[in-house]
């Protein structure tokens, strides 16, 4: 078999324009999160909230060492571990992935290859169904219904309580300190993201946030996927909003609207500011329309 000068030369080039292409997305990305700090707010003895870039993480601390909820972009790994470190040091035992979405699972590789990971049967399929995890991303204990967490001396419940958000969502819940991660479950005042596509579900989403209140005390403290620290009448309202936003298509469809026409009426005024960047008015009806 004969090959040309020519077709090294062009074989040569393209793996040329690829690495250069794979470098200039990686400067990118970490361009993107250059200037993102890692904020750590301490809600107990042994245990923090820890926000940056994506959603919010939870990290349980004290002798048993380190644990950590879901853990952000894979360009914040070094500024996660420097901030985990600033509270003690070492890197965490285990890390839980409140579900697969890469805002909350794209350090995983980082933080896998010295730690656990843990999470609902649906998280470990769908990462490993993209070709571009690496091992050391998957979970390694993967549950149904849930699992409980005995460290830094308290039950860490971990709980699947069915499609929502995903159809591999879980909350967790620090049983002694009361407090509350909810992952993507909660967006604190905003329209949330359902991803219909992923096995989420519009009621399915409600009735798991109306099953998380159920269990919280006036002192809980709730710890959203996105936004800031909050409270049980936090999440009440924000499942009011659920409530008020189903009952409000269920009678769009029944009275047989459109959605280009559902669109353009908009919704009821008291709801329009929950609006935001990622889930806009127009998209939050899409959702509601699609998933009932």
């Given at each position: 078999?004969k ?11 393209y ?12 400067v ?25 870039a ?10 048993d060492?380190?644990?950590?909820i ?13 901030a ?15 579900h ?19 999470a609902h ?11 571009k995890t690496?091992p050391?991303?998957?979970p ?53 993201y ?19 209140l159920?269990?919280m ?28 936003s ?16 559902i669109?353009k ?14 889930i ?9 329309y699609?998933?009932?």
């Amino acid at each position: 078999m004969k090959i040309s000068v020519k077709h090294v030369t062009k074989m040569l080039s393209y793996s040329a324009l690829l690495a250069a292409a794979l470098i200039t997305n990686s400067v990118i990305a970490n361009d993107r999160f250059k200037d993102v700090e890692i904020q750590p707010i301490k809600l107990s003895d042994s245990v923090y909230m820890f926000v940056g870039a994506g959603g919010n993480i939870g990290v349980s601390v004290g002798s048993d060492g380190l644990l950590m909820i879901d853990d952000q972009f894979a360009p914040l790994a070094n500024k996660i571990s420097a901030a985990l470190n600033e509270l003690q040091t070492g890197t965490p035992k285990f890390i839980i992935n409140t579900h697969y979405h890469g805002d909350h699972t794209g350090a995983n590789a980082h933080f896998g290859s010295t730690g656990t990971i843990m999470a609902h049967h649906n998280v470990l399929k769908r990462l490993a169904s993209d070709e571009k995890t690496t091992p050391e991303a998957l979970p390694v204990i993967t549950y149904d219904h849930g699992i409980t967490v005995h460290f830094n001396g308290d039950a860490l419940k971990v709980r699947h309580m069915g499609p929502g958000h995903t159809d591999g969502d879980s909350v967790v819940i620090w049983s002694k300190a009361d407090i509350v991660h909810m992952g993507d479950l909660f967006f604190k005042d905003r329209f949330p993201y359902i991803d219909l596509s992923a096995g989420g579900s519009v009621k399915g989403y409600r009735d798991n946030v109306a099953s998380a209140l159920s269990d919280m005390t006036d002192n809980t403290k709730v710890i959203p996927g996105h936004g800031d620290l909050a409270n049980k009448s936090d999440l009440a309202r924000f499942k009011h909003m659920l409530d008020a936003s189903i009952n409000w298509m269920r009678d769009q469809k029944e009275s047989g609207i459109a959605l280009k026409d559902i669109k353009k009426q908009g919704l009821p005024a008291k709801w329009k500011d929950w609006s935001w960047n990622f889930i806009s008015e127009d998209k939050w009806i899409e959702t509601l329309y699609k998933g009932l």
